[in-house]
């Protein structure tokens, strides 16, 4: 197989591709026997899977140099076509769950392709298509407006993502101006941060109305596909989280101050952990690689040889630089049955969480690649970020590659930081309900909106004197509210998850782990709930599970003497 830089592109006529799928769909309509629609089945997922090929190169291409002329065009060709290509599926949807043939295609595919299918058929409609494209168009121009960022700092030019590490320096000075510089940036270009979202908003909304819909939070969750859950029951979890998990981030942040040595926590010092300075990984880029190597051949042959498939075809693009898009993402490209990591390496331990984050999900996709099922390359987004999450703490034993002497400040902070996490992850979810039930909220509205919910889940949280954050504008950094609607709450539901993997793997890695690989290799062909009970996992909905797994985590934590770190 070639490796990445020699994946061929080309643009797809979309018109041309119209009049050919429409044919296989007619086969598939005609199909005289069971047999005769699982080969017309076959051939329609190898003509999606050419298609998703080629939107995913240009995706990762633009994304990995916004400034190539080419490829910004390419996806701007795709901001227009993927609602074409989204009607194009959703044809076949209705096909497939009218087929005659539907009982002998769901034991041969599974019910959840056919769950699947329903939720974008109820999604989706020709007359939001115009809609859909604007959708798109602001999505890109709130990553090119954060991919631009070229912040002055100390004589020298940054992205936001290279100056990342200023705010976790020793020197509390230098880390007050490096995050006040970033978010500096957010407050100069606060009205097109906000004209955006507005406008984002506003479109969803009326691609809600137009679907039948009072507004958009339906929308969003037949777009997350959200499987056996609705938002009554995340109301619940978020109420076990305001309960149990946010009275511990607060004794959190309070051994933060003791620790780092400050009478009051201000919002630059809370990346900042420990007074002899974070956990760092003690190498480059390359000596990072060369370790996670290293890593994922000792844990186990199957993380062996998936880790050598994406070093042997240069499958990932991990460092930051000038011009890339913020963030990090691991997608697929199914012709090539290959997964690609993308991330801005920085030189703080963030670095090393993507090298098991995003590594989760490429081991995750790369184990049920087989499945030849487009919709089960992934989960859902929730039971994806299992995988990932997990992924994180079963490379623990192998943290003194990458942190030597920190490794014991790495494990606290990464912890602690995954319980920290939480009510933040809660809060933009919380959010995003507020924000979509009032779609005519001025921007300054949904910023005291966000300011109030702050005060219920990050009570810790000290702006000073930045007005800009004082007024609510922390939320503009978080991409997902943006790009994703409604992409959040599954990092705080798979983290419970992960974290039960974590105590598990404490008390018998071999089942911990045999149970992880599992889940993997189903990959999306069960729903969140059922990927959880299928790997032996207590549903986050389930009463008590938030507090026995959090009390779990809270005995390790009060057993570390963190003040000696």
């Known amino acids: 197989m070639k490796k990445f830089n020699e994946f061929i592109y080309q643009r797809p006529d979309i018109a041309e591709e119209k009049k050919s799928f429409h044919q296989l769909l007619n086969a598939f309509s005609e199909a005289s026997s069971v047999n005769d629609a699982i080969q017309a089945i076959d051939d329609i997922n190898t003509f999606r899977n050419r298609l998703s090929t080629m939107s995913d190169l240009v995706y990762i291409r633009a994304s990995i140099d916004t400034r190539d002329a080419f490829y910004q065009a390419e ?257 697929y490209l199914p012709d090539y049955q290959a997964p690609f990591i993308f991330s801005n390496f920085n030189g703080t331990s963030g670095d090393i969480d993507v090298l098991t984050h995003e590594a989760g999900h490429a081991f995750q996709v790369y184990s049920s690649r087989a499945l030849g099922v487009p919709e089960y390359n992934f989960p859902t987004s929730e039971g994806a970020e299992i995988h990932s999450m997990s992924m994180e703490f079963f490379t623990w034993p192998w943290m003194e590659l990458f942190f030597q002497k920190d490794t014991e400040k790495y494990k606290f902070s990464h912890l602690a930081d995954a319980i920290q996490f939480i009510p933040y992850g809660v809060a933009v979810d919380e959010f995003q309900h507020q924000v979509y039930e009032n779609p005519d909220w001025t921007p300054a509205e949904r910023k005291a909106a966000w300011r109030k919910l702050e005060e219920i889940y990050l009570p810790h949280r000290d702006y000073g004197d930045n007005t800009y954050l004082n007024e609510g504008g922390y939320w503009q950094r978080q991409l997902h509210i943006y790009e994703i609607p409604f992409y959040y709450i599954d990092y705080t539901l798979a983290q419970i998850c992960a974290l039960q993997f974590w105590k598990r793997d404490q008390e018998n890695h071999e089942a911990a782990w045999n149970d992880y690989v599992e889940l993997c290799k189903l990959g999306g062909s069960k729903s969140f709930l059922e990927l959880v009970e299928a790997a032996n996992l207590r549903s986050p909905f389930e009463d008590g599970a938030v507090e026995e797994t959090i009390d779990a985590i809270e005995n390790w934590l009060n057993g570390v003497d963190d003040s000696s770190l």
């Open 75 to 331: 996806k701007d060709y795709f901001d227009e076509t993927l609602p074409i290509i989204e009607e194009m599926n959703t044809d076949f949807y209705k096909l497939l769950v009218k087929s005659p043939y539907r009982k002998e295609l769901e034991e041969k595919y599974g019910t959840q392709l056919f769950q699947l299918a329903d939720m974008a058929i109820k999604s989706f409609s020709p007359e939001i298509m115009e809609l859909m494209t604007q959708e798109n168009k602001l999505t890109t121009e709130y990553a090119n407006l954060v991919a631009a960022a070229e912040i002055e700092f100390q004589g020298e030019t940054y992205t936001l993502a290279q100056l990342s590490p200023f705010t976790q320096n020793k020197d509390r000075e230098i880390r007050k101006q490096a995050t006040e510089k970033m978010f500096n940036y957010y407050a100069e270009h606060g009205e097109k941060f906000d004209n955006i979202y507005d406008q984002l908003v506003k479109i969803r909304h009326k691609i809600a109305t137009t679907l039948g819909y009072k507004n958009f939070i339906e929308v969003g969750y037949l777009r997350m596909e959200r499987i056996g859950y609705d938002a009554k029951m995340v109301d619940v979890f978020r109420k076990q989280v305001r309960d149990y998990i946010v009275p511990l981030a607060n004794k959190l942040y309070d051994r933060q101050k003791k620790r780092i040595g400050v009478d009051e926590l201000k919002f630059f010092d809370e990346n900042f952990h420990f007074k002899s300075g974070n956990a760092k990984p003690k190498g480059s880029a390359q000596w990072i690689i060369d370790n996670g190597k290293k890593m994922y051949a000792e844990l186990s042959d199957e993380t062996n040889e998936f880790f050598q498939f994406m070093l042997d075809h240069e499958l990932m693009d991990l460092e930051a630089r000038k011009g890339k898009e913020g963030g990090g993402y691991c997608t």
